[in-house]
């Protein structure tokens, strides 16, 4: 069974278009975020939410907006994307908000045209 | 702000050979972790360190979190082909708020046969 899933795993899209990636976890974990990879594998925080509540923003254009509607699921929506956003997005999960071990979602490849 | 530094940023080993890569940070961390991401996969956690001047083996591989609690290392022995991915550090500060981890820019292995 899979423990953090994200959808979709590919995602081809033109500039200014408006995404939606989604990202679920069955581990009962209390904290979720979203990660940013680019190319040279760097891997950068966006987001973290913790019982539905966002704890980490980072500094990320106010196109990118997360939304929580359950502690298992955290979505990321990006409005107007632009050539820069093409990237490997990676959900996480972790129990609590001091247990250590994050588990990461497959990743979802987003390349904007 | 807070980094975490890991060098080299690419290795290319023979298979057989040892492979060394190090990780530091500009601040004391409470903890460090490290993750292994396979080609075109998600980053999975290997261990965590907690103490200073700990030592952990993983069969050929060794984690060291160095006294001062700003430095580690991941020492692979006798390298395989499975072994190849992008290693990365990850550390949480000792002081402040706790509630992210901050990933090192990873040391892409590559294992020649």
């Known amino acids: 069974d899979t423990a953090v899933s994200q959808t979709p795993k590919y995602l081809v899209t033109q500039m200014g278009n408006d995404k939606s990636i989604k990202c679920e976890q069955n581990l009962g974990h209390d904290t979720m975020y979203w990660y940013k990879q680019d190319s040279k594998k760097f891997l950068k925080i966006m987001f973290s939410?913790?019982?539905?509540?966002?704890?980490i923003n980072e500094t990320v254009p106010n196109r990118f907006s997360p939304k929580s509607p359950d502690k298992a699921h955290l979505n990321l929506h990006i409005n107007s994307l632009e050539l820069g956003d093409s990237a490997v997005y990676f959900c996480a999960s972790r129990y609590g908000q001091w247990q250590e071990t994050q588990y990461f979602g497959p990743g979802t490849r987003l390349l904007v045209l | 702000g807070q980094q975490v530094m890991q060098i080299p940023q690419y290795q290319h080993v023979q298979e057989g050979e040892d492979f060394t890569t190090y990780c530091n940070s500009s601040t004391t961390l409470s903890n460090i972790q490290w993750y292994k991401q396979r080609p075109g996969g998600h980053p999975v956690f290997l261990i965590q360190l907690v103490k200073s001047g700990e030592v952990k083996k993983q069969k050929r591989l060794t984690f060291q979190f160095g006294e001062a609690k700003k430095n580690s290392s991941l020492h692979i022995t006798a390298t395989q082909t499975t072994d190849v991915g992008t290693y990365f550090c990850a550390g949480r500060l000792s002081s402040g708020s706790a509630r992210q981890l901050t990933f090192g820019s990873g040391t892409q292995l590559t294992v020649l046969p």
């Open positions: 939410y913790n019982n539905k509540e966002l704890i």
